[in-house]
């Protein structure tokens, strides 16, 4: 698709041809204002927050007269929870891991240290009781929240040294949001939770040494690597990286179920459309970082992964203790990991060794 075309088209999401009449649309339209916490024509996440924005008004034949508002045009990027819960605006597109300081349960709505790849997390969540507690915990707040995007498994990181041994992350200043970040702290590191537009300049100015972000396809045109030339492969942080579309639950009342459907349809096609985009490009943005770029990739030592299996178990701990909810949730979550994921790999992962050892892959 022209991406010009493309862009031009999301910036008038929700306003094209319909298969209603004129009036009917005129009487029957409904707003829907979406701010985001990605900068706008951001390669990867901003995209597909603006490809979402627009199928909403295209499923709808124009019912619903979206507005979409990219991080900073009408709140900052982690101005959207407020922004919505507040009823400003109808709803956000985000990462609700980035909550939380609200409450430590919304990690579990993005993804934890050894937790969920996306197969499993999105099984959990539609199919495993993880939408009832993400319906809990939102619920609190005054918000709606359904998944809309993932990034799959993501790397670990770059960094502008190599990462030998659990000691180099001591003192350590890294860009991590999450309980990813907790787990670093745990090992000595310096962590800071920063909008994905906010970076490059942190990381070219030293006042952070290191950053993970989502992988190669997002990361290229990030130009980390005009910082960092180690680029680690998958990392414990984000295993799925999945993505929430939040509503503000009063708002969200006010809807028919067909309304509602049109917004699952676009939510759910998109959610498969994001992760799918990123495992097509993924090999070929890795090669261009490799070849282009002169990116050294590396992966983390079992001696690291234990070091982050220990310091996991701590921040677990500490979740926990905030309050009968975050435990509810994390008792939920692990149980379904080792339901899913152990069947997942008896039957993929079985597989996938073997095919991998007999064509010879990776």
């Known amino acids: ?42 390669p990867g996440l901003g995209l597909s927050a603006q490809r979402l924005a627009q199928r909403i008004g295209e499923i709808s034949n124009g019912h619903f007269a979206v507005e979409y508002f990219a991080a900073g045009e009408r709140v900052g990027a982690f101005d959207v929870f407020d922004e919505v819960a507040s009823g400003n605006s109808q709803a956000y597109i985000g990462a609700e891991y980035y909550w939380g300081g609200k409450h430590p349960a919304y990690n579990y709505f993005t993804s934890v240290p050894f937790g969920m790849s996306t197969q499993e997390w999105t099984a959990w969540v539609q199919y495993g009781g993880g939408q009832e507690l993400w319906d809990e915990l939102a619920g609190g707040f005054g918000l709606k929240a359904i998944t809309c995007g993932s990034t799959g498994t993501q790397a670990g990181g770059w960094f502008n040294k190599e990462m030998e041994t659990p000691d180099d992350f001591k003192g350590l200043k890294m860009r991590i949001p999450g309980l990813g970040g907790q787990v670093l702290t745990k090992m000595g590191a310096s962590t800071v939770s920063l909008p994905g537009g906010q970076i490059y300049e942190n990381l070219v100015s030293g006042a952070i040494e290191a950053t993970e972000w989502v992988g190669p396809y997002n990361d290229y045109f990030m130009k980390f690597y005009e910082a960092a030339k180690f680029y680690y492969t998958g990392g414990v942080h984000e295993p799925g990286g999945g993505l929430g579309f ?23 096609e998109e959610h498969n459309a994001s992760h799918s985009e ?57 149980k379904a990991l080792r339901q899913i994921g152990g069947t997942i790999n008896a039957l993929e992962g079985t597989f996938l060794k073997q095919r991998n050892r007999v064509l010879g892959i990776g």
């Open 246 to 268: 939040a509503m503000n639950a009063t708002w969200y009342s006010t809807l028919t179920d067909w309304e509602k459907a049109v917004l699952v349809a676009a939510c759910n």
């Open 1 to 42: 698709m022209d991406r010009r075309k493309f862009l031009r088209g999301a910036a008038v999401a929700g306003t094209g041809a319909s298969l209603l009449a004129a009036p009917a649309i005129a009487q029957e339209r409904k707003s829907l204002v979406i701010v985001s916490t990605w900068p706008r024509d951001f």
């Open 278 to 334: 990123a495992m097509a490009k993924n090999g070929e943005y890795l090669a261009k970082l490799i070849n282009e770029q002169g990116v050294q990739v590396r992966a983390f030592s079992d001696e690291i992964w234990d070091a982050f299996g220990d310091g996991a178990t701590q921040v677990f701990e500490e979740v926990r203790a905030h309050s009968p909810l975050a435990a509810k949730v994390d008792d939920h979550f692990q």
